[in-house]
């Protein structure tokens, strides 16, 4: 590993807008977790040139800000100059209100800000993923997206630390050291510190009736267990997308990555290539609102790595989307693809609070002692979770609330799809029978997660996995400095006001296991009882977002309003994919990094094994892809050539 000061002198890639090319193979708008996976990966091949647009600043001058687990608490991102600073539509069954939605604006995106828990989804769900797209008719290419392979992409991000000698001392870690990865740029670890409230999480959860998980991110997630994080217990530092794909690299010159650029439209081809797809011959970014627009030509593929709201935002202003939308908008329709933007989910959440008369690392902080100072109290992150299904939460075979889930469909798709197109209503179709008959009743339905990073006081969130409720994003202004719109109709399904009732009194039922360790409950409070009392609290104040969307440029057939296939090429685009956190099709029972560093893994492996040439296309090939060969050769000559001039 490089020394801090010869790390200053490997390029890592940053560049200013002087040594911008006029072309390049891959361009990847967006370079958050995705999409520093994908350039760092592309670029290996030293053959391939790639330039990376982000639109927020790179980071630089506040690195140890993000580079210290704990700051995610003491001294967060959110809500800065690094956080795109969303808020949701006002919500009407929460009571009006809006929810912030932060994202990361920062090279390595949403992977600087993020709360660092690594939890896989499970087999049954990738499986399912799997199942969805597989009537598209590439099989071979759907059954990238099952566990069998995702599970391998997943870990190749990784590489596992198992927990301390001194971390171990404090509380029962359960890990099976093979469902990890070894080698791999990401760091996969526990803090260097434990808080003891933590320790009798495993017991406490047993005592009500939730069995700890022995080997976590192995195929299950159900049970509770300490999860890993994403920390590099070398240095406990937070190891993130740029932390772990790009600032170790060597010097690459064929990787550009610019900040402070916000792509702003794709131009399109008039005419169809010889598979009747049209084609991105440009990509334009501004670096702010009134600065010129500059156009950089892409020789290969467009790779939107801008998120699930950046990636359909970007698409819809190059005008790729709903055509009512666009029309709304004043965005020329180029490409009428019904599902940009719909079919977003999130998991919702809300926490049980009580005071507590032992330390906790909230306590710690504000000691400012020596040992709040050192490294290892800072490398201090929540970690104690549990997975429950709704067999958990109703104490006993929950078949007529599934039965409930199951008869309302049909009513559900006339009145909670935000879209009029057939197609949108079918993949909502596909999606709700997937929740409402593969995952019920026993994938897990609910996370719980305990904080102890606040001064005398504990809690236990309880996250709703995979929500009924459908929403959309979507755009209703032309300029792409507008913010998206966000409107993920929380609750509009009843199932999920009830699946978040019961997780509530669940958590209580936990923190009654802790015994005198918990001590009076501060929120909701004793006085909120009942089931309606605890519903008008969620709706009212409690529940908000565990900052997960997805689904806004899904992976579902095109018939079914899929945006992106199972090569996650765009529908009716032939040169430009979506890789991000967009493409699940449903909401897991997990937190959304691990699945999208898999996504990332696997669509940097389907780009290097073939990739669309728009020359070829243009020269009227019958083949619109190669293998990248002479033309990315030929290509990387003048691209040196013009570095070196
Ligand atoms: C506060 C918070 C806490 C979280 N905690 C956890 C956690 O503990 N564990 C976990 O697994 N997950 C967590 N997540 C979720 C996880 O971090 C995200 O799911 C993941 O980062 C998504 O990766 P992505 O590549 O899809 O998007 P991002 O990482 O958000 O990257 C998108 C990038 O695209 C850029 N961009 C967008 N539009 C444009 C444009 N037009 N031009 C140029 N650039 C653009 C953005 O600035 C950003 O850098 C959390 C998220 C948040 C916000």
């Not at 927990?163 to 099976?176: A, E, G, K, Q, R």
């Not at 997630?221 to 530092?237: R, V």
Request: proline content about 6%.
């Amino acid at each position: 590993t490089p020394t801090p000061e010869i790390q200053e002198i490997y390029a890592r890639g940053l560049v200013g807008e002087s040594d911008i090319q006029k072309s390049y193979d891959y361009i990847i708008a967006g370079g958050g977790l995705a999409g520093l996976v994908i350039a760092s990966r592309l670029t290996e091949d030293a053959s391939t040139t790639v330039l990376v647009l982000e639109a927020g600043k790179s980071g630089d001058e506040i690195a140890n800000q993000i580079n210290t687990p704990a700051g995610t608490y003491y001294s967060s991102i959110v809500g800065t100059e690094y956080d795109w600073q969303y808020v949701t539509v006002p919500q009407p069954n929460l009571n009006n209100r809006v929810v912030g939605w932060p994202r990361g604006k920062i090279l390595g995106g949403s992977s600087a800000m993020n709360a660092m828990y690594l939890v896989r989804p499970s087999k049954t769900e990738l499986d399912a993923w799997k199942d969805i797209i597989a009537p598209e008719g590439d099989s071979s290419a759907a059954s990238n997206w099952g566990w069998d392979s995702m599970y391998g992409y997943m870990k190749k991000a990784e590489n596992f630390t198992a927990p301390s000698p001194t971390l171990s001392s404090v509380v029962n870690i359960s890990y099976d050291a093979s469902t990890h990865g070894s080698g791999g740029p990401m760091q996969v670890s526990y803090p260097g510190i434990m808080i003891d409230i933590v320790g009798n999480w495993t017991s406490s959860l047993e005592a009500a009736g939730v069995a700890e998980l022995t080997n976590p991110n192995g195929g299950v997630t159900l049970g509770g267990f300490i999860t890993p994080s994403s920390i590099n217990p070398a240095n406990w530092t937070r190891s993130y997308s740029r932390s772990a794909y790009i600032d170790p690299l060597p010097e690459r010159s064929n990787l550009h990555i610019l900040p402070e650029a916000t792509v702003v439209r794709l131009d399109i081809s008039d005419n169809q290539d010889s598979a009747g797809d049209l084609y991105v011959r440009n990509v334009e970014y501004a670096t702010n609102p009134t600065a010129p627009r500059r156009t950089i030509k892409v020789n290969r593929e467009v790779i939107l790595s801008g998120g699930p709201l950046g990636s359909p935002k970007i698409l819809m202003h190059s005008g790729v989307g709903p055509r009512d939308v666009l029309d709304a908008a004043s965005v020329p329709l180029k490409l009428e693809l019904p599902g940009v933007g719909q079919n977003l989910q999130d998991h919702l959440t809300a926490g049980v609070v009580w005071s507590t008369p032992l330390e906790t690392a909230g306590d710690i902080h504000d000691s400012q002692s020596d040992f709040a100072k050192s490294a290892e109290f800072l490398s201090f992150i929540n970690d104690a979770v549990a997975f429950v299904n709704s067999t958990t939460l109703f104490s006993g075979p929950a078949t007529a609330f599934q039965t409930q889930i199951i008869n309302a469909l049909e009513d559900s798709s006339k009145t909670l799809v935000s879209s009029n197109s057939s197609e949108v209503i079918e993949g909502y179709k596909a999606i709700y029978n997937t929740k409402a008959n593969k995952f019920l009743p026993d994938v897990a339905q609910l996370e719980l997660r305990m904080s102890v990073i606040s001064p005398g006081v504990v809690s236990i969130q309880s996250a709703i996995q995979h929500p009924m409720s459908v929403g959309r994003t979507y755009i209703n202004s032309s300029n792409p400095f507008d913010p998206v719109i966000i409107d993920p109709q929380y609750f509009s399904h009843f199932a999920d006001l009830v699946t978040m009732r019961q997780g509530v009194k669940f958590v209580r039922t936990v923190g009654a296991a802790y015994g005198a360790t918990f001590g009076t409950e501060i929120s909701p409070g004793p006085t909120i009882q009942t089931d309606q009392q605890i519903e008008e609290w969620l709706v009212s104040t409690a529940a908000g977002t565990q900052f997960h969307p997805t689904g806004s440029c899904a992976m579902l057939p095109k018939a079914q309003g899929g945006v992106v296939n199972a090569k996650l090429q765009v529908y009716g685009l032939g040169n430009v994919r979506v890789a991000d956190s967009a493409v699940f099709p449903f909401e897991f029972a997990a937190h959304l990094a691990s699945a999208t560093y898999g996504v990332a893994e696997l669509a940097s492996s389907l780009i290097k094994t073939n990739s669309y040439d728009v020359q070829l296309n243009s020269a009227s090939s019958t083949s619109r892809f190669t293998n990248c060969g002479l033309l990315a050769l030929s290509t990387a000559m003048i691209f040196v050539v013009q570095h070196l001039l």
